[in-house]
């Protein structure tokens, strides 16, 4: 991990760290919690704006989900620049749906979470594993799929799993990429890979149809608690890397102070 940034925005808010090759975990919901999208117009603007984002970021976008009220994405960033990402991403679409309605104002509510998620070129993460499976199965959370009254986790579209895991790759958008997810489960871009990858959750969606489909621990770190308050997904290897990058970030800061001021 190198060319690190961590970013302060208020004491009490959570940190940003920005590297080339980080994995995030990205949450953002509608102010007040209402709907940020309103029909099927608005989430194909938001895929066109998140592609457009990636193209200018160079993003890679492992999975997502979009509900009415918010969105999930797993996202890889090549390059150190979250930030700008999400912030050219929400505004972009914030006007976008304000002009569609004739509204104004905020479409967002607060700031988008972003956790750091422990990651590598080949998925070999149980955490990343995890992160994928909680996204494709929020619409079973949601009560939106169950397989057992014939509603399959494909019945939603609004998902990676049918843009991006049920088809082949010359048909995905050049920004979902579908390898390392598929990899971490130790599947192949294949037709049978893909079948899989698909039929394991939908098998666990039928057996844990609810709330609590798709959540789960890793040492005693729930994914969802982690997103309502923590800033890193991973071993506690991750975490000691990280507060290293962040004390030689605020090592260098103290010291351009110093000699700023001498």
């Given at each position: 991990?190198?060319?690190v940034a961590?970013?302060?925005?208020?004491?009490?808010?959570q940190?940003?760290?920005?590297?080339c090759?980080?994995?995030y975990?990205v949450?953002?919901?509608?102010?007040?919690?209402e709907?940020?999208?309103?029909?099927?117009?608005?989430?194909?603007?938001?895929?066109?704006t998140?592609g457009?984002s990636?193209?200018k970021?160079?993003?890679?976008?492992?999975a997502?989900?979009?509900?009415?009220?918010?969105?999930h994405l797993?996202?890889?960033?090549?390059?150190a620049?979250?930030?700008d990402?999400?912030?050219w991403?929400?505004?972009?679409?914030?006007?976008?749906?304000?002009?569609?309605?004739?509204?104004?104002?905020?479409?967002?509510g607060g700031r988008?979470?972003?956790v750091?998620?422990?990651?590598?070129?080949?998925?070999?993460?149980?955490?990343?594993?995890?992160l994928?499976?909680?996204?494709?199965?929020?619409?079973?959370?949601?009560?939106?799929?169950?397989?057992k009254?014939?509603?399959g986790?494909?019945?939603?579209?609004?998902?990676?799993?049918?843009?991006g895991?049920?088809?082949?790759?010359?048909?995905?958008?050049?920004?979902?990429?579908?390898?390392?997810?598929l990899?971490?489960?130790?599947?192949?871009?294949?037709?049978a890979g893909?079948r899989?990858?698909?039929?394991?959750?939908?098998?666990?969606a039928g057996?844990e149809v609810?709330?609590?489909?798709?959540?789960?621990?890793?040492?005693?770190?729930?994914?969802?608690?982690?997103?309502r308050r923590?800033w890193?997904?991973?071993?506690?290897?991750?975490?000691?890397?990280?507060?290293?990058?962040?004390?030689?970030?605020?090592?260098?800061?103290?010291?351009?102070?110093?000699?700023?001021?001498?």
């Open positions: 991990m190198s060319e961590i970013i302060f925005q208020g004491m009490a808010r940190l940003r760290i920005e590297f090759g980080a994995f975990h949450m953002a919901r509608g102010d007040r919690r709907d940020i999208f309103l029909d099927k117009e608005d989430r194909e603007d938001f895929l066109v998140l457009r990636c193209e970021t160079g993003w890679l976008v492992h997502w989900v979009l509900m009415s009220n918010h969105y797993v996202v890889e960033t090549p390059q620049n979250l930030v990402g999400m912030r991403l929400q505004s972009t679409y914030t006007r976008r749906f304000n002009l569609r309605h004739g509204l104004w104002g905020h479409v967002f988008y979470k972003a750091v998620v422990e990651a590598d070129a080949n998925g070999r993460s149980d955490y990343f594993a995890t994928l499976d909680y996204v494709h199965l929020n619409p079973v959370r949601a009560g939106l799929s169950n397989p009254k014939g509603m986790l494909l019945s939603y579209q609004w998902s990676s799993l049918v843009y895991y049920g088809i082949a790759p010359g048909r995905r958008s050049a920004w979902m990429t579908c390898q390392i997810g990899q971490t489960f130790g599947l192949r871009d294949t037709t893909r899989r990858f698909i039929e394991r959750l939908e098998n666990w057996e609810g709330v609590q489909c798709g959540v789960s621990e890793i040492e005693g770190q729930g994914l969802q608690s982690t997103l923590g890193y997904w991973g071993s506690q290897a991750l975490k000691d890397l990280l507060m290293n990058y962040k004390k030689a970030e605020m090592q260098k800061a103290r010291n351009r102070n110093y000699q700023s001021s001498t």
